[in-house]
């Protein structure tokens, strides 16, 4: 069975371009150490399923299941199913906080909560 590739931090431009809005659909890979960014991040499971070390708590997700959390504490994806698919995006502050989201949802993700939905809307249906 052939070695499954890592995450490199240095290869990647979320930490050195806290300004730009980044959005990915890939097969996301296993973090071997935590990493911080500038960003609110958004990831949204297509297929299977991530299991995340965040800063004070862990947090497995599966196919239909979206999170949004504060980049700049420490995260990690430590462990992935082999068909992992997903999709998101890191968001600049600068951005996230002209959303007007309600105070306490901006102060929850500030203060390192990861939020988790698997809800849907009737308009998915005709999108």
Known sequence: ????????????SVEGMPLMLQMFHTQ????LKPHWHAQVEVNF??????HYLMNDHEISLSAGEM???WGGLPHQMDDL?????YAGAHLPLVHFFRLHLPT?????LMTGATLVTSATDQADNHN
């Not at 996301?28 to 973090?31: A, K, S, W």
């Open 1 to 12: 069975m052939p070695e499954r590739p890592f995450y490199q931090p240095g290869a990647s």
């Open 28 to 31: 996301p890979l296993v973090m």
């Open 45 to 50: 499971i297509v297929r299977g399923s991530v």
């Open 67 to 69: 999170c949004l959390f």
């Open 81 to 85: 199913s082999d068909d992992a698919v």
């Open 104 to 108: 306490d949802v901006r102060h929850r």
